[in-house]
């Protein structure tokens, strides 16, 4: 008759354990989902340095021109037909990349 019993009681401390594990994974899963958008972040922040960084290598002073000043010579260069093409069909060629049946 005690038999009974002790699987009983080995069935509460499985029973405990697993749900431990799950509270622990859980806990896990948040640390990992609070972390995405730090990481988003940083590549966010890598990405404009550096390309800032490209901006500025084709820039006389770059120091000393206004935010203003960039901006109003990004607005030119992108209006030239040939920058726009030229966009579009990276874009275009980025797409159809994506969109390409890997053959492996």
């Known amino acids: 008759m005690t038999k ?8 509460h401390k499985q029973k405990e354990k697993a749900e431990q594990k799950l509270r622990y994974y859980q806990h896990q899963e948040k640390m990992l ?6 990481l988003t972040r940083k590549a966010r922040t ?3 340095c550096t390309r800032g960084g490209m901006l500025e290598s ?3 002073c770059p ?3 206004t935010d203003d000043q960039v901006m109003e010579l990004l607005k030119l260069s992108f ?3 040939e ?4 966009l579009a069909k990276m874009i275009h060629d980025l ?4 969109n390409a049946p890997t053959l492996l």
């Open 79 to 81: 209006r030239q037909q």
């Open 58 to 60: 084709f820039l006389i």
């Open 46 to 48: 890598h990405r404009l």
């Open 33 to 38: 989902e609070h972390r995405i958008p730090e």
């Open 4 to 11: 009974p019993k002790t699987d009983l009681d080995d069935l």
């Open 95 to 98: 797409q159809e990349a994506r």
């Open 63 to 65: 120091g000393e021109l």
């Open 83 to 86: 920058v726009v093409l030229a």
